[in-house]
């Protein structure tokens, strides 16, 4: 993957502070030293067990730290399980986790072999400690997602970090999700590979319907409790507030995020002007016209590769693994927590206020003077590929996002 240097420059929000919903506490981590604590923190702090899955965990500086923490945690006498993305971590050599099994880890990888299922992919991203303590987001275990690259030849700091999201959360909720995670671990153990069990899987898990939700989202011939709910939740709204690495949905949720207009509400989207994979810029160009005739206020984050994924409509908060494309609204294996609570949803406006800082406004001029012949060919064509193949083959095509 590629990586924008970028002088370490970031604006400094207020600390993290920890909220409270029901008898949970709740943070978020916006900056990357903040999201490396967190994650040390979970990890070192565990007990009795500890959780994993990740779509990439990757055998670098990043890797190797928290490898031998979990090894550390078994020599402890936790508990410590991990499941891995086949596609997501097929650059990481099956060796690299050895040393974690032989400490007495157990070690599973999504969808191994090809099969029925091997297109569909396991994008989620999770630490669950003790089932009390849980740590979720976009981000992976890679470096470029906390800043672990080395200072430049002049020994000056240099922010090679994404823009990412992390959100702790402290009490009862976290064993809703550690259900969940034995029904996933279940099914690699025992059907890895099968698709009708996959989809059984996704169809009959129950989200909840208190102020806390835990929305499965992936392969389904019905609507998923991830995609249903954002799609009831734009239908009755009257503020959006969004952050995504990947904005390319289909036409009904298209539809209903510029209805808000039409209702006296308002949307706000923050997207990727930057990015390691220009098809999925392109493929968000594709549909800024429609969105700006409808009022809609779009914006392209400029200071780093923008991988957050965060998505506020009135009081309801959404974070988790999930993009705002078809691919992880209908199609890869997604976690998405929705968080009912009007202090916490104004706490993520402001992580998104200060991102809207530091972007690009689009306006119709501006979108105008790119919206060549050109380039709507390029952003047909992307729009086309983000919403089919996964992520890491995209990555490799240069269709440019068209400047």
Sequence with gaps: MENTKVKAQRSQPDAPQWF???????????????????????????????????????DDRLGRMVLGKLIAACERGVAVEMMVDSFG??????KFFDPFIGAGGKFRIFSPRFSTSYFVRNHQKMVIADDRRA???????????????????????????????????????VANLASYYRVLSD????????????????????????????????????????????????E???????????????????????????RGGQSRLILPGKTDNAATIG??????????????????????LLHTKLVIVDDAVYIGSANFDLRSLFINVEMMLRIE????????????????????????ELHGSRRSLLNRLRWTISYFLVNTLDYRITRRFNFGSGK
């Design 135 to 173: 740590l979720l987001g976009g981000f992976n275990i890679a470096n470029e997602y906390f800043n672990m690259q080395e200072p430049d030849d002049d020994g000056n700091p240099v922010d090679t970090s994404w823009e990412d999201l992390g959100l702790a959360i402290d009490g009862p909720e």
């Design 20 to 58: 409270e919903v029901g008898s949970n506490r709740l943070r978020l981590f916006h900056q990357p030293a903040e999201r490396l604590a967190a994650l040390v923190e979970t990890l070192d702090a565990a007990e009795q067990s500890l959780k994993l899955f990740f779509y990439m965990f990757e």
């Design 187 to 234: 099914w690699v153990y025992q059907q890895n590979g099968n698709m009708r069990s996959l989809r059984k899987m996704v169809r009959q898990w129950d989200a909840g319907q208190g102020r806390f939700r835990w929305l499965l989202g992936g392969p389904s011939n019905r609507l998923s409790r991830w995609a249903g709910a954002i799609k009831k939740d734009l």
């Design 236 to 262: 009755n709204g009257r503020r959006l507030d969004l952050v995504t690495a990947y904005f390319s949905p289909g036409q009904g949720l298209l539809r209903r995020i510029g209805g808000l207009s039409k």
């Design 89 to 94: 971590s097929n650059g990481t050599p099956r």
């Design 283 to 304: 493929a968000s160009r594709l549909l800024y016209g429609y969105l700006l005739k409808r009022r809609a206020r779009i914006y392209e984050f400029q200071p780093r």
């Design 341 to 364: 609570d009007a202090g916490f949803a104004d706490h993520a406006r402001a992580v998104i206020d200060i991102l809207q800082k530091e972007a690009e406004t689009i306006t119709p």
